[in-house]
């Protein structure tokens, strides 16, 4: 599910689950934070993180495994890790993020985009929302503005805008990104050690107020959670009911 490969000092790392659009599961969560651990333990100066096929990654998978208990904080926990990498971490967005897909792309210190790729976090459509930290950094990201047609709104955010608001540093392609990554790779660690710390410290990671934590869990306990899921697998539109 996972591969990795090293072109001098930088190592990139592939979602490779294309079958379900590169969606995450526990065995590609799992994966993926080994492979970032064993890029930094092998020297890495600098990584590149792609989804391998057409997408980058349609986010949770919800055919099931975003409902196990435990799920949700696995997934923050491996975020979590990506962002403390102690390296530049570029996310070569080859396609569509969609939600934890974003997610994975914020926890990166570097965008870089394909022309046709968008970033969306849908997650009112089908009746469970995202952390605060995912909010918090959208906003840092994107403006406060974008960021509440994106999760309110459910708009996604197409590659020209993302450049325009500077969520995408650039457009390319993934050749784009590795070559992006060789360059970064002979600047100096520690310089860019502490940038990370710098910039990262934007105030996402603060804890949440307990309302506002307890507001996210309601959703994921919610009947209206539950019925997005019903409404999934049939194939029909929900009908939410705010309970």
Known sequence: MIHSTTDGAVVTIE??????????????????????DAAVEGGARAIVVTGRGSVFSAGAD????????GF??????????????????????????????VQ??????????APDAIAAIPAAKIGVAVDEWT??????????GQARGMLIGCEPLNADR??????ANRIGDLADAQHWAAT?????PLTLQHYKLVLNGDG?????????DAAMRRAWESDDMLEGRAARQEKRAPRFVGR
């Open 135 to 144: 909010i918090r950094r959208l906003v840092s990201l994107v403006g406060a």
């Open 184 to 188: 970064i790779a002979e600047f100096a």
């Open 104 to 113: 994975l792309a914020m926890a990166a210190d570097l965008r870089v985009m």
């Open 204 to 212: 996402a990671r603060d804890p949440a107020p307990a309302e506002r």
């Open 162 to 167: 993302a450049h325009a608001l500077g969520f």
């Open 62 to 69: 919800l055919s099931g495994p975003v409902y196990d208990p």
């Open 15 to 36: 979602l490779d689950r294309v079958e379900r659009r590169n969606a995450f599961n526990e065995e590609l969560l799992t994966g993926l934070a080994d492979a970032f």
């Open 72 to 101: 949700l904080e696995r997934l923050v926990g491996t975020l979590e890790r990506i962002e403390r990498t102690p390296v530049p971490v570029i996310a070569a967005l080859n396609g569509a993020a969609i939600g934890a897909g």
